[in-house]
């Protein structure tokens, strides 16, 4: 009770300050050419709204990027919420007003209504970019009617047609909120950055041998004859020449990057390794793997307790915090990427598999209901339902690995042959000419 009432002193403190400084950035008016792009989170954990800040940029606006922390979770949502729209109209008030907001959703509880209720009190035309439903991110946790689920679905519903102007990320979700929400919404498609491409060999080469320093799955297993020669698990570079070659016999790389939230069940992974271990212990050929998994979340601990119990023999799971620029050198050098991402409303798409395949690389992904918008089964990846399925795909596309004519290296050059607009391009097209319109 005493933090509620500390939350509505500091309300009750501040909000008539916000309305002074209001009106005087009303009267002095905004600017023609500012824009505030809001995440109510870890700005790290959104390239999307990242990339619409850079296109702005590139437009010629003056563009503002606000993240938050998102607090402890010991907090009752209640208090947490009210010090975040605090906190949140309290920034944004502070700043020079814009002629735009940009906001992620979700999280959307409570920056949808104070965004725009800034945009009442600035002129400011509030932009929504829904990447999910934050309520069915909600139901993960507290079931599908929880009081608290509920009472973000109508929230949700409602500020959400407050919005100017509304981007989405698939098709479906499009039509979703025309048809459900009343909503209309532009499909704005998720593209790969310009870096994330295929990864020539010498870099390779420095990749495997820097992670080899912290992580044994990138060393070689046997030391060269030449003693100045560098081996990784991978590839080998002349000592005299410099030139860099793969190894005879390497294993096979398999990459996949998560969060560790309840959307994503890698036990599914896990158990297909096991099938395709026990295929190479019953004498059957196939390479060896090393699984390289990255991210960091709340589940990662509990998943690395299972990767610890069990006993692979000819395969190597890791669980490595990559620097920025490593990741996507680390995709573009890999043979396969593995996604478990299963959305919660059915909805989104996953950001991972866009950048897989900028970089060229085949994906395995778990169906969900629009997954089809991104992978296209038997054209740049294939798609799975469990665990059995996937252990059948690793057989198939690993059979007499690393063989060029396989199924593996066909999907990698529909992936090469493809047309794919980067995201720079593709924003050009889309969502400048909504921006020019309002």
Not at 22 to 43: C, E
Not at 47 to 63: C, D, E, N, T
Not at 326 to 332: A, E, I, K, M, N
Not at 386 to 409: H, I, R, V, Y
Request: hydrophobic content about 40%; proline content about 5%.
């Amino acid at each position: 009770m005493a933090a509620s009432y500390v939350a509505m002193l500091a309300l009750s403190i501040y909000f008539p300050l916000l309305l002074l400084i209001a009106w005087k950035r009303w009267r002095r008016g905004r600017s023609p050419r500012h824009v505030v792009v809001v995440v109510l989170g870890d700005v790290g954990r959104s390239p999307r709204m990242q990339y619409h800040s850079l296109a702005l940029a590139r437009r010629g606006f003056s563009v503002t990027l606000l993240g938050f922390c998102i607090g402890p979770s010991i907090l009752q949502y209640g208090i947490k919420v009210v010090f975040q729209a605090v906190h949140l109209l309290w920034k944004l008030m502070c700043r020079e007003p814009a002629t735009y907001i940009f906001l992620q959703n979700p999280p959307g509880l409570p920056a949808i209504a104070v965004c725009w209720f800034v945009g009442c009190l600035c002129g400011s035309k509030l932009v929504i970019d829904w990447h999910n439903y934050g309520y069915s991110i909600m139901g993960l946790v507290h079931g599908p009617n929880h009081y608290i689920v509920l009472l973000a679905k109508w929230y949700e519903k409602l500020c959400g047609r407050l919005s100017h102007l509304n981007l989405c990320v698939t098709n479906e979700m499009r039509e979703d909120l025309a048809e459900n929400w009343g909503i209309k919404a532009v499909t704005v498609y998720d593209k790969p950055a310009s870096f994330f491409k295929e990864t020539p060999l010498d870099l390779q080469h420095w990749l495997f041998m820097k992670l080899g320093h912290t992580y044994s799955a990138f060393r070689a297993s046997s030391e060269p004859l030449d003693p100045a020669t560098e081996r990784s698990a991978f590839t080998e570079q002349d000592a005299g020449s410099g030139m860099v070659t793969r190894l005879h016999g390497r294993p096979a790389l398999l990459v996949s990057s998560t969060s560790w939230t309840e959307d994503e069940d890698f036990s599914i992974l896990l158990a297909a390794l096991e099938k395709f271990e026990q295929l190479i212990l019953n004498g059957e050929s196939f390479p060896s793997l090393v699984c390289v998994i990255t991210g960091k979340g709340p589940l990662k601990e509990h998943y690395s307790r299972l990767i610890d119990q069990k006993h692979f023999q000819h395969i190597q799971v890791c669980t490595p915090w990559l620097e920025a620029e490593d990741y996507p050198l680390l995709l573009g050098s890999a043979d396969l990427g593995v996604c478990l991402h299963k959305s919660s409303s059915g909805l989104d798409l996953p950001m991972k598999v866009v950048d897989m395949f900028g970089c060229c690389l085949p994906v395995c992904a778990v169906n969900f209901r629009c997954l089809h918008e991104l992978v296209k089964h038997e054209e740049n990846g294939l798609v799975f339902k469990d665990s059995e399925e996937l252990a059948a795909q690793l057989q198939m596309l690993f059979s007499k690995f690393p063989d060029p004519s396989g199924k593996l290296n066909q999907f990698r050059k529909n992936l090469q042959e493809s047309e794919q607009l980067c995201w720079d391009e593709n924003w050009k097209q889309t969502v400048l000419p909504l921006l020019v319109d309002t």
